[in-house]
């Protein structure tokens, strides 16, 4: 990839960087749908929805990173996550997650049947969450 153009993608969450390495595209998922992003592109800062992100390697698989929500900021062909959780496909625990899956959905029932839409939004949010990381660790 040398001769072509390239990107820098970092992520960062409060815990410390997750992952970073240069690439020809990496796709994200925002709050108002999928993008993709290529070097030397126009400035862009999105809000980004709890899902993956995917770093394009130099064999044409690709890295995954799951994420928690947060923003992406790119210009000068940097593309910076941050997110308040992310994770390598890797470094996710399978069991661990399985386990925050049925967690949420005791809090979406319990919640619902306290008529409780607050406890109710949180829950949803956790199963989504849970749902993303089991996705990405399944691939």
Do not use: W
């Amino acid at each position: 990839m040398a001769d072509k153009p390239e990107l820098t993608v970092n992520v960062v969450t409060p815990d410390g960087s997750v992952y970073e390495k240069t690439t020809d595209m990496a796709i994200c998922k925002t709050t108002q749908g999928e993008i993709g992003i290529m070097p030397n592109r126009l400035p862009l800062l999105a809000s980004l929805a709890i899902d993956e992100i995917r770093v394009r390697q130099d064999n044409g698989e690709y890295d995954e990173v799951a994420v928690s929500g947060g923003f992406l900021e790119f210009s000068n062909n940097t593309l910076s996550i941050v997110a308040s959780a992310a994770e390598r496909k890797e470094g996710i625990d399978s069991k661990r997650a399985e386990r925050a899956r049925e967690r949420a959905q005791e809090r979406i029932e319990k919640a619902k049947q306290a008529h409780n839409p607050d406890e109710l939004r949180r829950a949803e949010v956790s199963l989504r969450r849970a749902l993303n990381r089991l996705n990405i660790s399944n691939h």
